[in-house]
């Protein structure tokens, strides 16, 4: 069978053949896969930044975003069926004893460094013909949601980063209501936040690089969010323009602009920070006010990375609002299906939302 695969030693790129993998215990699953999105991330390990081949080989078979068709169940398996559409989750545990998050399935918190992701660290990915997966990291969807799924995992980002922001919510005297967002960055990540926050009631602002009338503009503004667009507002100014946020979720992967950012927030302010800045030299930025801020205002910054398997359950809930709230906006998300043939060039640049290769149907 055909499989996209990164040679990172030889700087290359290419489809390849590879042997069908067969069950091989009574708790496995197989999988047929239907589409693979493609994200930042599989174009960093395609610019070579990232990603590194299973042990013993040189070669990872890329894709992490994943929906797929049950073909195929062990004995043992009791959560999905044949015919069953599923998606699967990225991270694999480590293997030290002494790791309490991986031991107890929260490997989106391991300790030690030492997981494994498919399709990106040591673990080949999903863009293939068929997949072996273990049932627990199997996670099953409805498939009214069959035409947006391939969106989940982007998704369980943003749904593990509100398990966070609520725990830290908790922490007010108060019960937090009218709230007020601002979601950085109008790509996949930061559009899907963006539908989350809309979907929980909040007032919700994005803001990005594209003018007001853009496409990504008109997105934003049918989830019923305000767009602001860096042309005409710098970050510096969005608290005394828009007003100071009291959540910021940060989905551009730019430092500078993400620190600035932490500046405009409110009192008791949270900022979510979900982007991975790329290699680069240091930023110069006011960080005598930004940590005054913080200290004088309560505030709190938190990373989040990854997805446990509850946070995919969670996203597919989410999914399901959000084809109920504003479906049309949802399918906007994906910019255009390609057969696994582009999936070398879609990977070399970029442009629209999310392109997704489709494997099967
Ligand atoms: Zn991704
Ligand atoms: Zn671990």
Not at 53 to 73: M, N, S
Not at 139 to 147: Q, T
Not at 252 to 258: C, M, N, Q, R, Y
Request: glycine letters at 8%; aromatic letters at 6%; proline letters at 6%.
């Amino acid at each position: 069978m055909r499989a996209m695969a990164v040679f990172p030693a030889q700087r290359e790129l290419r489809i390849i053949d590879v042997p069908a993998p067969e069950l091989r215990n009574e708790h496995q699953v197989a999988i047929r896969i239907r589409e693979v999105g493609i994200c930042g991330t599989d174009r960093e390990i395609c610019e070579f930044h990232y990603g590194s081949p299973p042990a013993g080989t040189d070669r990872l078979v890329l894709g992490h975003e994943v929906l797929g068709e049950v073909v195929g169940v062990g004995p043992a398996v009791r959560t999905v069926a044949r015919g069953d559409l599923v998606v699967i989750t990225v991270r694999r545990p480590c293997d030290d004893p002494e790791c309490v998050a991986c031991r107890a399935g929260r490997q989106d918190f391991c300790t030690t460094g030492h997981f494994r992701e498919r399709g990106i660290k040591g673990a080949d990915g999903f863009m293939t013909e068929l997949v072996i997966e273990d049932e627990r990291y199997v996670v099953r969807v409805p498939k009214a949601l069959s035409e947006v799924a391939v969106l989940l995992e982007p998704l369980s980002v943003a749904a593990k980063a509100a398990v966070d922001l609520d725990a830290i919510l908790r922490r007010y005297p108060w019960e937090p209501t009218a709230l007020r967002a601002l979601v950085l960055g109008a790509g996949p990540i930061g559009l899907l936040a963006a539908m989350a926050l809309r979907a929980r009631d909040t007032e919700t602002f994005v803001y990005s690089l594209e003018p007001a009338d853009s496409d990504r503009g008109d997105l934003v503004r049918s989830l019923g969010a305000t767009y602001v667009s860096a042309r005409d507002v710098p970050v510096g100014e969005i608290a005394s323009r828009v007003g100071a946020p009291d959540i910021v979720f940060e989905a551009v992967g730019v430092a500078k602009v993400a620190f600035e950012a932490i500046g405009e927030l409110a009192r008791n302010g949270i900022s979510i920070l979900s982007g991975v800045p790329g290699p680069g030299g240091p930023v110069e930025i006011d960080l005598n006010s930004i940590m005054r801020n913080i200290v004088l205002k309560n505030q709190v910054v938190f990373g989040t990375v990854n997805a446990s398997r509850s946070a995919f359950e969670e996203s597919v809930a989410y999914l399901e609002r959000f084809m109920v709230l504003f479906p049309d906006s949802v399918r906007r998300l994906i910019t255009q299906r390609s057969k696994l043939d582009d999936a070398p060039a879609l990977l070399q640049r970029g442009g629209g939302i999310k392109h997704v290769i489709q494997l099967s149907s």
